[in-house]
């Protein structure tokens, strides 16, 4: 039996954790001939863990650990400066070029050393006892968390362009994030909102689901449907309330599909009677970074898709 995927996996630490984003700055140079100010170094910001990280120039050499951050910084225009990722960090595709430097958890202190960057950042999952490491070794980390809302992207976003020396670009993608979001509100907010359900795990391992008080249940909302789980908190759910909530549609990763639909107890829901259950690119919904507006578009796609043919 499928129990979690390894791509959700970092989702699920987002609602106990609830740290907020912060920065701060010193003033600006003169302003450039668009009249965005450029960054101003030595930089101070304050990260997500409240510690202050005094950045002395234009970092050159970044690793990223974390597939969000690994996304955010590309879509900046600063991928070229990326001399390690994770693992997981496998959009876009020139993101597979950089070296592979672990997993979030258990990143290898001893290949990032020898990449010699001028800045770490991470998300959560980022042990204390590694960036202490770093410290030691005079390697600065930066950690940047999204509050579990949807625009908490948009802070995360505004503070890597602070960072990067990139804060005209990050505007521009937080407007094309807010545009696309509208466009789909747009379509969908005069529709009747049918009951949906969306799979982040089920079967022995427990059942998982984006809750009330996740980011996804509000893409899920923005995208016109009703999450049978809005009521609930965390990510844990069960097969009883999925049962009798009974919802009109499901939504969840193609590696999921095969064995829900066959599965006792799941195999009997009404959305796989009438044929509503729907696979969708999680990562999309996973990584709240610069793609999340497109994971609201495909949810508005699969929950109302009169309203896109």
């Known amino acids: 039996m499928k129990r979690i995927s390894k791509n959700l996996i970092i989702t699920f630490s987002l609602i106990f954790t609830l740290l907020l984003s912060a920065c701060g700055t010193k003033p600006a140079e003169a302003p450039k001939d668009n009249n965005k100010p450029a960054a101003s170094y030595p930089l101070t910001i304050k990260d997500s863990r409240g510690t202050e990280i005094k950045i002395e120039k234009e970092p050159e ?56 960057p001028d800045l770490v950042i991470a998300s959560t999952h ?24 949807f625009d908490g992207v948009y802070e995360s976003m505004n503070t890597l362009g602070k960072i990067l020396n990139a804060s005209e670009k990050s505007d521009e993608v937080v407007k094309g994030i807010k545009e696309k979001v509208q466009k789909v509100n747009e379509k969908v907010k005069d529709k009747k909102a049918p009951s949906v359900y969306y799979v982040v795990g089920f079967g022995n391992g427990g059942d998982f689901t ?32 999925l049962i009798e909530k009974n919802p009109e549609i499901i939504i969840l990763p193609e590696y999921f599909k095969a064995e829900f639909l066959t599965t006792e107890g799941y195999k009997d829901l009404n959305a796989v009677k009438n044929n509503k259950v729907f696979v969708i690119d999680n990562n999309l919904l996973d990584r709240q970074g610069p793609r999340l507006a497109e994971g609201v578009e495909a949810l508005a796609k699969i929950i109302h898709p009169e309203e896109f043919k």
């Open 61 to 116: 050499k970044i690793v990223s650990v974390a597939p969000n951050i690994t996304e955010m910084i590309f879509a900046l225009g600063k991928g070229d400066k990326l001399v390690g990722r994770t693992t997981y960090c496998d959009f876009p595709e020139e993101a597979k070029k950089v070296q592979d430097i672990g997993t979030l958890q258990k990143p290898d202190i001893e290949k990032i050393v020898e990449l010699k």
């Open 210 to 241: 984006s809750t009330g008080e996740t980011y996804i249940h509000q893409m899920i909302t923005m995208a016109g449907g009703d999450n049978i789980a809005k009521d609930t908190t965390g990510w844990k759910y069960s097969k009883e309330k």
């Open 126 to 149: 980022f042990k204390e006892d590694v960036a202490k490491k770093f410290q030691e070794l005079g390697i600065k980390v930066v950690s940047l968390y999204s509050d579990d809302k």
